[in-house]
T-cell receptor, first 113, second 116 residues
Framework: AQSVSQHNHHVILSEAASLELGCNYSYGGTVNLFWYVQYPGQHLQLLLKYFSGDPLVKGIKGFEAEFIKSKFSFNLRKPSVQWSDTAEYFCAVRPGGYNKLIFGAGTRLAVHP | GAVVSQHPSRVICKSGTSVKIECRSLDFQATTMFWYRQFPKQSLMLMAT?????????EQGVEKDKFLINHASLTLSTLTVTSAHPEDSSFYIC????????????FGPGTRLTVL
């Protein structure tokens, strides 16, 4: 079955620290990849997406993610986090030929000032 | 742009009653809308895919007679939880996929259902 794994369930960082959140998926074919963020009390918002082309994609608020096909991974990164990045982050995959998203369990990030 | 609303944001009902949740795309048309359920501290679980003018496609294990979905127009989908029970208490989230776009989904703010 298709699945998405986010290895870090809970991450705590200090401001200015670097962030990397892992995401791996199990599907051998073409995929579209997404990272969504859910700030406290708000709805899910798209951070960035990968459909094709350059495997390093840049999103909003200084986030980026790299698609490594050989590792079935799409890790999210930010060089220097801010307190306002405190949120829950979800990786999602849309397998080729399917019109639905499969979400990972989410990673709760807490950034301390 | 690309705003999705849900109504109500919060509902409390008695066991055995039915509850209707609306999902609207406010500034775009969506042939496809999705309904998710999110349990506390867990991820979103897709319940069904709603296509305008046709029957919804339900995920395995989701009872279609319990969770009725209607997608009557390009901007509105409704989810009705029939004969709700306490175990149906959850956070229900919809998303909408624009007619013209790259397949991205835009999410609503969710509806918190509590069944007493």
């Amino acid at each position: 079955a298709q699945s998405v794994s986010q290895h870090n369930h809970h991450v705590i960082l200090s401001e200015a620290a670097s962030l990397e959140l892992g995401c791996n998926y199990s599907y051998g074919g073409t995929v579209n990849l997404f990272w969504y963020v859910q700030y406290p009390g708000q709805h899910l918002q798209l951070l960035l997406k990968y459909f094709s082309g350059d495997p390093l994609v840049k999103g909003i608020k200084g986030f980026e993610a790299e698609f490594i096909k050989s590792k079935f991974s799409f890790n999210l990164r930010k060089p220097s986090v801010q307190w306002s990045d405190t949120a829950e982050y979800f990786c999602a995959v849309r397998p080729g030929g399917y019109n639905k998203l499969i979400f990972g369990a989410g990673t709760r990030l807490a950034v301390h000032p | 742009g690309a705003v999705v609303s849900q109504h109500p944001s919060r509902v409390i009902c008695k066991s055995g009653t039915s509850v209707k949740i609306e999902c609207r795309s406010l500034d775009f048309q969506a042939t496809t809308m999705f309904w998710y359920r999110q349990f506390p501290k867990q991820s979103l679980m897709l319940m069904a895919t709603s296509n305008e003018g046709s029957k919804a496609t339900y995920e395995q294990g989701v009872e279609k007679d319990k969770f009725l979905i209607n997608h009557a127009s390009l901007t509105l989908s409704t989810l009705t939880v029939t004969s709700a029970h306490p175990e149906d208490s959850s956070f229900y989230i919809c998303s909408a996929q624009p007619l013209a776009g790259g397949g991205e989904q835009f999410f609503g703010p969710g509806t918190r259902l509590t069944v007493l």
